[in-house]
């Protein structure tokens, strides 16, 4: 839904299908065992940050974790802060709440194939889930990172929710290796969707603020568990987006001020943000330092 509020209290509104999403996608909704999404025209994935360096000697993999985050909300709105300031706001606000988690889960599910496809394709040889799901140093991962599958949280863009792969249980990534997008916003969209006073998952046992900040043994539990296999920890985060949006509200007075807003709906991936990364034996159990609002080049998990 699109709220585009002018002055105070008019809003317009557009809701977005979960068959145009489904077919923005390349996924069906009505389909029980998804396909692989066709390979992108753009050519095979390369380390844009980093270096394959660290994966020379090792062909295989164990995939811990493949989780989609699906904004269901972002937004923009003016400030009227200042004495000068206009003293009404103009906010624009792009909103899907109402989700169809059976698409979601075909669309995640699509990825997970898709992805052992390709690492099998680079000359990889991917562990059986099995293998991994039943490793000791797995499930220490999960007890300390796991969350609810279908968890509603929130980015710095605003609401999302968080779907992992079916098969694999999803776990929050080392936060301090993201970068602040993943960090909740202080604005958020949908009403219940996160908790206001504590920045928690409205979903019993979704993550917190408080929660994601908390897991700074995650890095070693990978590296534990690349040595139990003998393998690369592989794991891959998605953001899909809905679209962007636009505020502004000029004038002079606040009685006589023109607002206008805009709000533009495009599924799709969102650049620096979606990743595939590999943890190695030889890695930090620290992990890495990041900045605030952009990673740094990876080390010890290298991004694909």
Do not use: C
């Amino acid at each position: 839904m699109i709220s585009l509020p002018v002055g105070r209290f008019l809003t317009r509104s557009l809701k977005i299908s979960s068959i145009a999403l489904s077919l923005l996608l390349g996924v069906t909704a009505s389909a029980k065992k998804p396909e692989p999404a066709a390979a992108a025209s753009t050519g095979p994935a390369a380390f844009t940050d980093s270096s394959a360096a660290g994966l020379v000697g090792t062909k295989r993999v164990a995939i811990t974790n493949v989780m989609i985050s699906f904004q269901a909300s972002t937004g923009a709105q003016t400030s009227t802060n200042g004495m000068l300031a206009h003293k009404s706001d103009t906010s624009s606000v792009l909103q899907m709440p109402d989700m169809d988690t059976a698409l979601l889960a075909a669309i995640t599910d699509a990825a997970y194939a898709q992805l052992k496809t390709d690492l099998a394709a680079s000359g990889f040889e991917v562990l059986p889930e099995a293998t991994v799901v039943a490793s000791p140093s797995y499930q220490k991962i999960i007890k300390l990172a796991g969350i609810a599958n279908f968890s509603k949280f929130a980015n710095r863009e605003g609401d999302i929710m968080l779907v992992g792969a079916t098969g694999l249980h999803p776990y929050f990534p080392y936060v301090a290796e993201g970068g602040g997008f993943n960090y909740p916003s202080t604005t958020r969209y949908i009403k219940g969707w996160v908790s206001s006073m504590s920045v928690a998952s409205s979903t019993e046992g979704g993550p917190s603020a408080t929660s994601i900040k908390s897991t700074y043994e995650l890095p070693g539990l990978e590296i534990a568990l690349a040595k139990e296999l003998n393998a690369h920890v592989v794991k891959a985060t998605y953001v899909v987006t809905l679209g962007s949006t636009k505020a502004a509200v000029s004038g002079r007075f606040s009685h006589h001020n023109t607002h206008t807003g805009e709000a533009f709906a495009q599924v799709s991936l969102k650049a620096g943000q979606s990743r595939i990364a590999f943890r190695t034996a030889a890695g930090k159990a620290k992990g890495q330092s990041v900045s605030v609002s952009k990673p740094l080049p990876a080390r010890t998990a290298m991004s694909l």
